[in-house]
């Protein structure tokens, strides 16, 4: 059964920094994409990092390329997102994702909220 398990969410100062885990369960891990999406109240989901290949640059989308970090250890079957200099636009919902082919799977979703 495949499950991936999402922590590291939280409450955070304007400028402060948080680091979220996937660990990725039941699946062969360095197979597949691994990507960080996050979903504000109203907002639709958005795909803000990616990592595959490592012999390949990540993906950042505009709004946190220069502040967050994507990385993967694959002996551990996770991936973690750094946030720096978090912004309160950066309050969402923070989700893992692992994509191979047609395989398509969500982690439960972290909580950040950055907020003075």
């Known amino acids: 059964q495949v499950q991936l398990v999402e922590s590291g969410g939280g409450l955070v100062q304007p400028g402060g920094s948080l680091r979220l885990s996937c660990a990725a369960f039941?699946?062969?891990?360095?197979?597949?994409?691994m990507s960080w999406y996050r979903q504000a109240p109203g907002a639709e989901r958005e795909l803000i990092s990616g990592?595959?290949?490592?012999?390949?640059?990540?993906y950042y989308a505009h709004p946190v390329k220069g502040r967050f970090t994507i990385t993967r250890d694959n002996a551990k079957k996770t991936v973690y997102l750094y946030m720096n200099n978090l912004q309160a636009e950066d309050t969402a919902v923070y989700y893992c994702?692992?994509?191979?082919?047609?395989?398509?799977?969500w982690g439960q979703g972290t909580q950040v909220t950055v907020s003075s």
């Open positions: 994702n692992a994509k191979w082919a047609e395989r398509d799977y």
């Open positions: 039941g699946l062969a891990f360095s197979r597949y994409y």
């Open positions: 990592i595959g290949d490592t012999s390949n640059p990540a």
